[in-house]
């Protein structure tokens, strides 16, 4: 009787606690790392740019999405821009880099057409591209667009 009681306050709070969680700052989050995917699909790479470096101001609360981008191909320039926005985060982002690079491709249903996986070679490329960044936070080293280039 008390297990029942309980999955029906839970079933009660629920929807409470998505539209919390939606309201809160991952909703954002996802906001702005659809705006950088939907720019890519696009191909309006100068836009890429501009919604990364927005993504970028958010701090902290950007690592997650940063990473994510590491599954999509968001153009030669604009990667280089989430090179350096992940890199200049420093050592904070080891850990979770060398997660990403272990584990696979993880795209978007509405992004396939950008994601790393329409390439033979995309989960490889992927994870030599981590692998230069974590190369990069070991050794202090900020990848900036000019010295990459």
């Known amino acids: 009787m ?19 969680g ?36 958010r701090g902290r609360r950007a690592d997650a999405s940063l990473l994510r981008l590491l599954d999509y191909y968001v153009g030669e320039g604009p990667t280089l821009e989430l090179d350096e926005a992940i890199t200049k985060r420093g050592k904070r982002m080891l850990e979770p880099l060398l997660a990403r690079r272990n584990s696979k491709l993880n795209c978007l249903p509405d992004f396939m057409q950008v994601c790393m996986s329409r390439f033979s070679d995309g989960i490889s490329a992927r994870n030599e591209h981590i ?3 974590v190369d990069a936070v070991r050794s202090g080293v900020v990848l900036r667009p000019e010295k990459q280039r």
Do not use: C, W
Not at 2 to 20: E, H, N, Q
Not at 44 to 54: C, E, F, K, Q, R
């Open 131 to 133: 692998s230069h960044l």
């Open 22 to 57: 939606a309201s809160g700052d991952g909703g954002a989050m996802d906001k702005q790392l659809i705006s950088v995917l939907t720019e890519a699909r696009a191909r309006n790479y100068p836009g890429v740019i501009d919604a990364i470096a927005l993504l970028d101001k």
């Open 2 to 20: 008390l297990g029942i009681r309980r999955l029906a306050l839970a079933l009660l709070l629920l929807p409470s606690i998505i539209a919390f």
